[in-house]
């Protein structure tokens, strides 16, 4: 469901395919959670700052080389793999929709141009740019805090108006921990695809086997 509204988010902001999303649109998407992060919320900065205007931003510094690379063995992955790809159309469940709602969010920010390795890392370190940039200009600045990692609980703890937890800052999500992630779940969308494709597959079966007996 999630990834089916982030897709038609998606192609009604940047395709003109549908209503824009509303307020209510948005709640409906998000009401449950206090915090988004990543793509695709970081590519509505400006619906999300106009239905939740009091809500704070926190940018993460980051150099964009650094970003692009990260990028390029994580979520560029699933959006390219021929895995995730096969599963899209065999798996009901998660595969079918977070993979083809990837391919089109990067298309409609970054752009297309993907054979050339060159003009690709141009049209994601643009987009990233043009991003911060706009969410500079969009959301006060009273409202944004100008984040390192490497600054740890305090300077995001007192932004957020929360006590500084008394164990270390996380560094969890790195390429390793989500090749591990990813691994997990494409395992699970085979189990689920295999259990829901497995009646048609016997059914072949018997069929292919009746015309052999017939023939």
């Known amino acids: 469901m999630d990834c089916y509204m982030w897709k038609a988010a998606i192609e009604a902001k940047y395709h003109n395919k549908g209503p824009k999303f509303t307020k209510a649109d948005w709640d409906s998407l998000l009401g449950n959670f206090e915090a988004v992060t990543d793509v695709p919320p970081a590519a509505f900065i400006p619906e999300l700052h106009e239905a939740y205007p009091d809500a704070k931003l926190i940018i993460i510094q980051r150099d964009p080389d650094s970003w692009y690379k990260s990028c390029a063995h994580t979520v560029m992955r699933i959006a390219d793999t021929t895995e995730l790809k096969v599963l899209s159309y065999l798996d009901r469940g998660l ?80 390429s390793a921990s989500f090749d591990v992630t990813i691994r997990r779940l494409v395992n699970q969308m085979w189990v689920r695809a295999a259990r829901q494709n497995l009646p048609y597959l016997l059914a072949g079966g018997m069929v292919i086997a009746l015309l052999s007996i017939f023939q």
């Open 95 to 174: 595969a079918m929709h977070i993979q083809p709602m990837l391919v089109i969010l990067f298309a409609s920010v970054f752009g297309t141009e993907y054979k050339d390795p060159i003009k690709k890392k141009e049209n994601w370190t643009k987009g990233y740019n043009d991003a911060y940039e706009e969410a500079r200009r969009i959301v006060p600045k009273e409202q944004c805090l100008e984040f390192s990692l490497d600054e740890g609980w305090e300077p995001l703890c007192a932004f957020l108006g929360r006590d500084v937890p008394q164990k270390p800052f996380p560094k969890e999500n790195t």
